[in-house]
């Protein structure tokens, strides 16, 4: 479905963690394309009937690839890999929107704004 734009051989592969299981993926591609890359689509489920959720949009307009990265709830589409990191899926039954409020507030955003 996905193809990169640049060549495989140009891109350094890194090591990330995905719910505590390691993959090696592109070094220079956002998390949301790491993940499909390997063929992970579900990154949360919603409140109401616990349907899955994952990238749509790629675009950072859409909300629906949100993950935490190192405990803090960011886009997954518009969040660059970084050897190392640990990204989890949204824990169930959690509002996912007053969590990615208070971490754009902390980083000088706040969600009305975007
Ligand atoms: S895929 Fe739409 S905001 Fe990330």
């Given at each position: 479905?996905?193809?990169?734009?640049?060549k495989?051989?140009?891109n350094?592969e890194i090591t990330?963690?995905?719910?505590?299981?390691?993959?090696?993926?592109?070094?220079?591609?956002s998390?949301a394309?790491a993940?499909?890359?390997h063929?992970?689509q579900?990154?949360?489920?919603?409140?109401q009937?616990?349907?899955?959720?994952?990238p749509?949009?790629?675009?950072?307009?859409?909300?629906?690839?949100?993950?935490?990265?190192?405990?803090?709830t960011?886009?997954?589409?518009?969040?660059?890999?970084?050897?190392?990191?640990?990204?989890?899926?949204?824990?169930?039954?959690?509002p996912?929107y007053?969590?990615?409020n208070q971490?754009?507030?902390?980083?000088?955003?706040?969600?009305?704004?975007l």
């Amino acid at each position: 479905m996905f193809q990169p734009l640049t060549k495989q051989s140009d891109n350094e592969e890194i090591t990330v963690h995905f719910n505590g299981e390691p993959l090696r993926v592109a070094s220079n591609i956002s998390v949301a394309a790491a993940l499909l890359s390997h063929d992970i689509q579900s990154l949360r489920q919603t409140l109401q009937n616990q349907s899955p959720r994952g990238p749509f949009c790629m675009m950072g307009a859409c909300f629906e690839c949100l993950v935490q990265i190192d405990g803090v709830t960011r886009q997954a589409c518009m969040t660059i890999v970084e050897e190392g990191l640990k990204i989890t899926s949204m824990p169930q039954n959690q509002p996912v929107y007053e969590d990615l409020n208070q971490s754009q507030h902390e980083k000088g955003t706040d969600i009305d704004d975007l």
